[in-house]
């Protein structure tokens, strides 16, 4: 039995190697497969109509110069000559010839003098597939547009008045054309000429089925194309929905395994050969899985060192408040609560800390920010913590521009960003020392850094001081007074402002540490 990863990985390659199938967009290749079809049969349609006008234009010029050459022979012979030209050129050109005095009165007809040269199909008699052909040509003429053909219907009066170009050609004197429809669908070409110079007139009449089977010919071969390209087309959307069901359907099964969580290494295929939708859909499920684990993973640590966390003043309280019922010296129990009392107060700071750990990244992924003016808010929050007294007689210098700067912002979060970088530097500062704000515009951010002399940030810790829970607190802070979190949370905000909080040396090179804000202003460097 092959493994699934195996098999997977086979079919990933094979994916791969669609070549440029692949780098085409979803969206072209469907248009393509769909209008191919269609476009050669519009097209073809056109090109019959415009290839059968081709052709009657052609029997037109032919018909104008045989009525013309005709009533030329005609006129000033004999009339037994006339009847013997009309029977001769109606059978050798397969057509109807008939002669007209100057009254106007039918004198001679070829078909009357001789065996018909033609005759119409009788549509009663059609057999299924001209009847089908019939259909077709009706139905190509509706969808060009063509202009209706009056339809071929023999007179019974023997006038030449009861033909409209024969009568236009005895009143002007020129070579008259008219198409007639046929009862079978088939084009009859009428050529009306006068013939002499009393009055006389020759009317041709020529069923020109030639024309017909010629354009149902190319109109079959129209067909096996369209067949051909109905194939192709059948062919290509099968290919099309291999390429687009066969890495949805890895996809699907990653993804259900993700779900399922029974596998922590799951890979999802990136499709990185694909350059079209479906390789943008892998990647992007790709990544979103390796953010998922990386949530689940950060979630499962989170959730180990809160338990950690609690656990030790839960502990300490527990034995506090069991010592309680069996100590008497009123010195010791005074003890035992305040044990008890820091304990509980420890529990609550920690847990406040880890709620806001919590909801942060929800919070700001939903919060519009707001134009803020930093160095206003850090002036303040320094003003107000100076008036509490949290700054443990410690003194804060500023050195901030003396203008507004603005930048994009939640500015309750960015209050907590300097909170905690103060009670940080606050609380690894050396009675007596000063603790440095600076605050530098750098055109597309700003930067915040907060400076103290305590004993610095070893190199190899620099990233581990931002990590929950990380706790390397000064000897002589009561143990509990700090949960780990604030840098953590620090950083949380600052990342989702697009900025950094890094932990660097101090600028001037002596002990101490520096905790550097970088924020952007939401302007480019051109601006």
């Known amino acids: 039995?092959?493994?699934?990863?195996?098999?997977?990985?086979?079919?990933?390659?094979?994916?791969?190697?669609?070549?440029?199938?692949?780098?085409?967009?979803?969206?072209?290749?469907?248009?393509?497969?769909?209008?191919?079809?269609?476009?050669?049969?519009?097209?073809?349609?056109?090109?019959?109509?415009?290839?059968?006008?081709?052709?009657?234009?052609?029997?037109?010029?032919?018909?104008?110069?045989?009525?013309?050459?005709?009533?030329?022979?005609?006129?000033?012979?004999?009339?037994?000559?006339?009847?013997?030209?009309?029977?001769?050129?109606?059978?050798?050109?397969?057509?109807?010839?008939?002669?007209?005095?100057?009254?106007?009165?039918?004198?001679?007809?070829?078909?009357?003098?001789?065996?018909?040269?033609?005759?119409?199909?009788?549509?009663?008699?059609?057999?299924?597939?001209?009847?089908?052909?019939?259909?077709?040509?009706?139905?190509?003429?509706?969808?060009?547009?063509?202009?209706?053909?009056?339809?071929?219907?023999?007179?019974?009066?023997?006038?030449?008045d009861v033909w409209p170009e024969l009568a236009r050609a005895r009143e002007q004197?020129?070579?008259?054309?008219?198409?007639?429809?046929?009862?079978?669908?088939?084009?009859?070409?009428?050529?009306?000429?006068?013939?002499?110079?009393?009055?006389?007139?020759?009317?041709?009449?020529?069923?020109?089925?030639?024309?017909?089977?010629?354009?149902?010919?190319?109109?079959?071969?129209?067909g096996f194309g369209v067949a051909l390209a109905l194939t192709t087309s059948i062919l290509l959307s099968l290919f099309l929905a291999r390429t687009i069901v066969s890495p949805l359907q890895l996809l699907a099964r990653a993804a259900i395994r993700v779900r399922l969580g029974r596998d922590r290494d799951v890979v999802v295929p990136r499709l990185p050969e694909r350059r079209d939708e479906i390789g943008l859909l892998a990647r992007a499920v790709s990544d979103m899985a390796d953010a998922l684990r990386q949530r689940i993973d950060a979630v499962d640590h989170f959730a180990a060192d809160v338990a950690h966390e609690i656990k030790n003043p839960l502990a300490s309280l527990r034995s506090a408040i069991e010592s309680l019922s069996r100590v008497e010296d009123p010195e010791l129990r005074a003890q035992l609560h305040t044990i008890a009392s820091h304990d509980v107060r420890r529990i609550d700071r920690l847990i406040t800390e880890i709620a806001d750990a919590s909801r942060i990244d929800a919070e700001l992924s939903r919060t519009i920010f707001e134009n803020v003016d930093i160095a206003a808010l850090v002036r303040n929050i320094v003003g107000t913590r100076e008036d509490r007294a949290e700054n443990e007689g410690i003194e804060i210098a500023l050195d901030l521009p003396p203008y507004q700067l603005i930048i994009p912002g939640a500015p309750a979060r960015l209050e907590r960003i300097i909170e905690n970088l103060l009670d940080n530097a606050v609380s690894f500062s050396p009675p007596g020392e000063r603790i440095e704000i600076r605050l530098v515009d750098q055109e597309d951010h700003v930067t915040l850094s907060v400076?103290?002399?305590?004993?610095?940030?070893?190199?190899?810790?620099?990233?581990?001081?931002?990590?929950?829970?990380?706790?390397?607190?000064?000897?002589?802070?009561?143990?509990?007074?700090?949960?780990?979190?604030?840098?953590?949370?620090?950083?949380?905000?600052?990342?989702?402002?697009?900025?950094?909080?890094?932990?660097?040396?101090?600028?001037?090179?002596?002990?101490?540490?520096?905790?550097?804000?970088?924020?952007?202003?939401?302007?480019?460097?051109?601006?």
């Open 173 to 222: 004197g020129l070579t008259q054309i008219q198409l007639r429809d046929a009862p079978d669908g088939t084009p009859v070409i009428n050529a009306a000429a006068p013939v002499g110079l009393k009055g006389a007139s020759l009317l041709t009449t020529r069923n020109a089925v030639d024309i017909t089977e010629r354009v149902r010919q190319a109109r079959t071969t129209l």
């Open 451 to 527: 400076s103290d002399h305590g004993p610095g940030i070893p190199e190899h810790a620099r990233d581990k001081v931002f990590e929950r829970f990380h706790s390397d607190r000064p000897e002589a802070e009561a143990f509990g007074d700090h949960s780990g979190l604030g840098l953590a949370i620090a950083r949380t905000i600052a990342t989702a402002h697009d900025g950094k909080l890094l932990a660097l040396d101090r600028e001037d090179g002596t002990a101490g540490a520096r905790l550097q804000l970088e924020l952007p202003t939401g302007r480019s460097a051109e601006d």
């Open 1 to 160: 039995m092959v493994p699934a990863a195996v098999s997977e990985q086979t079919r990933l390659r094979r994916l791969d190697s669609l070549g440029w199938s692949s780098r085409l967009s979803l969206t072209a290749r469907i248009l393509a497969v769909n209008l191919l079809p269609l476009l050669l049969l519009g097209g073809g349609v056109f090109y019959l109509d415009t290839y059968r006008k081709q052709l009657l234009d052609e029997r037109y010029k032919l018909a104008r110069i045989e009525a013309q050459i005709t009533a030329e022979a005609l006129a000033g012979a004999t009339r037994e000559r006339q009847e013997a030209l009309l029977i001769q050129i109606g059978k050798e050109q397969d057509m109807r010839l008939r002669m007209y005095d100057g009254d106007g009165m039918l004198t001679a007809d070829s078909f009357e003098l001789d065996a018909p040269a033609f005759t119409f199909d009788n549509i009663a008699t059609l057999s299924w597939d001209e009847d089908f052909a019939l259909m077709l040509d009706r139905t190509v003429d509706t969808i060009v547009g063509a202009e209706p053909i009056p339809d071929y219907i023999e007179p019974r009066s023997p006038r030449a």
